[in-house]
């Protein structure tokens, strides 16, 4: 399965974002897809997951309230809203799939990856 995520850029505090991340090559409804960044000097950690059966979603605490992963079937498409940016939002955010995977924050559990996209919060 590929993944391809994009939307990111440069937005200011309190901006939003929309980033997408499409899903292609196998059967899109049989994958968790998950949402990673990285900022620099850090390691790659969890954002927000989706599960295979698109009803469980899950955020990591510090982007409780703020951000929401939604999916379409339909496009093949997991989205990851992004409002109330702050600078400690900011690096390179990748999409994962897990195949039947409850798209829960164990990142050894997803196995494919996109190429990610930068976002950039300025205070």
């Known amino acids: 399965v590929q993944l391809q995520a994009f939307g990111g850029g440069l937005v200011q505090a309190g901006g939003s974002l929309r980033l997408s991340c499409a899903v292609s090559g196998r059967t899109f409804s049989n994958y968790a897809v998950g949402w990673f960044r990285q900022a620099p000097g850090k390691e790659r950690e969890f954002v927000a997951g989706?599960?295979?059966?698109?009803?469980?979603?899950y955020n990591t605490d510090s982007v409780k309230g703020r951000f929401t992963i939604s999916g379409d079937n339909a496009k093949n498409a997991v989205y990851l809203q992004m409002n109330s940016l702050k600078p400690e939002d900011t690096g390179v955010y990748y999409c994962a799939a897990d195949r039947k995977g409850s798209g829960g924050s164990r990142i050894h559990e997803y196995a494919y990856w996109g190429q990610g996209t930068e976002v950039t919060v300025s205070s």
């Open positions: 989706i599960s295979w059966t698109g009803t469980s979603t």
